[in-house]
């Protein structure tokens, strides 16, 4: 299944760069039309289910310096869209398309609308995507396309860059300015003690 995906930060590059310093996978970081571009550059150190590098870009919260942000993916037969709004303590938002059933509940997930990803869209340089939302919309809710359709077309709709990128037509590392940031392994190995000591807790609640 294909797996590929970017975050768009209307930060500045510095905070993108020293985000995924704490990160788990090594990520490209540039500067393109006025965001900044972030992009998985290999796998991540932590455990499975947490090596998939673009479920774990999708995954990661963004802190307060890089927001607002949109994140941009295709995930198997799913198209998958992440926002985090400008607010102080923004909530992780996503929008999650497939196949037939097009865009789907997330009970367990925050929901974003097609207003919320034009907000955002909206954020760098004042853009005016004006007919954006009622597209976006359309195509959202049509679960005759086919997951690249669905990200191609909210990338043309929303007026962002990296979509070459994206479909790999173009290297993230080859963007001007470009840098690959290798996370020091103590994250992955914390991440992991982490996740091992939920385990733990969970296992001793259900003992009770």
């Known amino acids: 299944m294909t797996s590929r995906g970017l975050l768009l930060s209307a930060g500045r590059t510095e905070w993108a760069l020293a985000w995924a310093k704490r990160g788990l996978a090594p990520l490209v970081v540039a500067a393109v039309e006025g965001w900044t571009l972030v992009v998985p550059a290999g796998a991540p150190m932590a455990r499975?289910?947490?090596?998939?590098?673009?479920?774990?870009?999708?995954?990661?919260?963004?802190?307060?310096?890089?927001?607002?942000?949109?994140?941009?993916?295709?995930?198997?037969?799913?198209?998958?869209?992440?926002?985090?709004?400008?607010?102080?303590?923004?909530?992780?938002?996503?929008?999650?398309?497939?196949?037939?059933?097009?865009?789907?509940?997330?009970?367990?997930l925050t929901p974003a609308r097609t207003a919320d990803m034009v907000a955002v869209a909206g954020s760098v340089g004042g853009a005016q995507l004006v007919g954006a939302e009622p597209a976006l919309r359309q195509i959202w809710h049509d679960g005759s396309l086919q997951p690249a359709q669905v990200v191609e077309a909210t990338f043309r709709l929303l007026g962002l860059p990296g979509h070459d990128v994206l479909t790999g037509e173009r290297r993230g590392a080859d963007l001007p300015g470009a840098r690959t940031i290798h996370p020091h392994p103590r994250h992955a190995r914390a991440f992991d003690r982490l996740l091992e000591e939920q385990a733990r807790d969970r296992e001793d609640q259900e003992s009770r």
Do not use: E
Request: hydrophobic share 40%; net charge positive; no cysteine.
């Open 48 to 108: 499975p289910p947490y090596d998939d590098p673009v479920r774990t870009l999708a995954g990661r919260p963004v802190g307060m310096g890089m927001r607002p942000a949109i994140g941009l993916f295709q995930v198997g037969r799913q198209a998958v869209v992440t926002v985090h709004d400008g607010r102080w303590r923004a909530v992780h938002r996503w929008a999650i398309w497939t196949r037939h059933d097009a865009l789907v509940d997330t009970p367990d």
